[in-house]
T-cell receptor
């Protein structure tokens, strides 16, 4: 079955710098890759997603890149702000109503 | 309405109790999901309903029983739970299904004593 590895587990970044979180997946049939942000005590929220027919997608300060050959995808956050502090989960789906989550990255934005 | 509403927000129950968690969405989404999330872990899929029919059961113990009375409602009936079942239970819905574009509810924090 699908397996999603996520690195790093913890990331500390100075406010204003960029943050990068990387994920790899095992099932080459995976075709959908969402990223979720979960603040402490709150629900996961979809922040950006990408489908396998696209290599990159950007939404303001957030971008996701996908390398299908290498089976990895990354989240890039530029000009980080204190409100970016949260746990970020990557996920992958083969389009069968089931998504597999990575273990999460705790992002700390340092003042 | 772009929300998934879950009730109750908090629940404490004994191991012999029977309780139910409720989830509601009015976005016309065709797929609804139950997830379990332990502290500092990712959400773990339990059940998927697609067009009101159970499509995925991730080998969940029978003390958890899902029900989808209609396209807007999803219930999770709980009976004879164990303390290790204490967790955040999240409901989610998706317009297209297939895992695309989940909207999560705010969850029910369950404590089994």
């Amino acid at each position: 079955g699908e397996n999603v590895e996520q690195h790093p587990s913890t990331l500390s970044v100075q406010e204003g710098d960029s943050a990068v979180i990387k994920c790899t997946y095992s099932d080459s049939a995976s075709n959908y890759f969402p990223w979720y942000k979960q603040e402490l005590g709150k629900r996961p929220q979809l922040i950006i997603d990408i489908r396998s027919n696209v290599g990159e997608k950007k939404d303001q300060r957030i971008a996701v890149t996908l390398n299908k050959t290498a089976k990895h995808f990354s989240l890039h956050i530029t000009e980080t702000q204190p409100e970016d502090s949260a746990v970020y989960f990557c996920a992958a789906s083969i389009g069968n109503d089931k998504i597999i989550f990575g273990k999460g990255t705790r992002l700390h934005i340092l003042p | 309405d772009t929300e998934v509403t879950q009730t109750p927000k908090h629940l404490v129950m004994g191991m012999t109790n029977k309780k139910s968690l409720k989830c509601e969405q009015h976005m016309g989404h065709r797929a609804m999901y139950w997830y379990k999330q332990k502290a500092k872990k990712p959400p773990e899929l339990m059940f998927v309903y697609s067009y009101e029919k159970l499509s995925i059961n991730e080998s969940v113990p029978s003390r958890f029983s899902p029900e989808c009375p209609n396209s807007s409602l999803l219930n999770l009936h709980l009976h004879a739970l164990q303390p290790e079942d204490s967790a955040l239970y999240l409901c989610a819905s998706s317009q297209e299904g297939r895992g695309y574009g989940y909207t999560f509810g705010s969850g029910t924090r369950l404590t089994v004593v």
